[in-house]
């Protein structure tokens, strides 16, 4: 089992930014694909931003440039540094893992994975 733990979001005004923290605890492994997925209601998930432990990153098309996603090997930490917030970045934010050297591999194309955290609001007014 491995537990995800998020902490961070909030509501922002647009510009501003905010970061994200996902602690994962349990039956980790130095093989891994971590990301961030978001989800508004009535839409689907969407990938924001997945990192292995191979040092390969993938971001999606509509944050390139503004977020950047970041790990913590020693602390099994995840982070999302999300600036020049948008009123259309506003989601439920979730970190999700994958462990195991095929995920690690496959990482830029992984969008499903085994394990996720509780989610947390992110708000951006205009």
């Known amino acids: 089992q491995v537990q995800m733990s998020q902490s961070g979001g909030g509501s922002v005004q647009a510009g501003e930014s905010l970061r994200l923290a996902c602690a994962a605890s349990?039956?980790?492994?130095?093989?891994?694909?971590m990301g961030w997925f978001r989800q508004v209601p009535g839409k689907d998930r969407e990938r924001v931003a997945v990192l292995s432990s191979k040092g390969t990153t993938a971001y999606a098309e509509f944050v390139q440039g503004r977020f950047t996603i970041s790990g913590d090997s020693a602390s099994n930490t995840l982070y999302l540094q999300m600036n020049s917030l948008k009123p259309e970045d506003t989601a439920m934010y979730y970190c999700?893992?994958?462990?195991?050297?095929?995920?690690?591999?496959?990482?830029?194309?992984?969008?499903?994975?085994?394990?996720w955290g509780q989610g947390t609001q992110v708000t951006v007014s205009s």
């Open positions: 999700a893992a994958d462990y195991g050297n095929v995920a690690a591999t496959l990482c830029q194309r992984r969008f499903g994975m085994h394990w």
């Open positions: 349990g039956s980790t492994s130095s093989d891994y694909c």
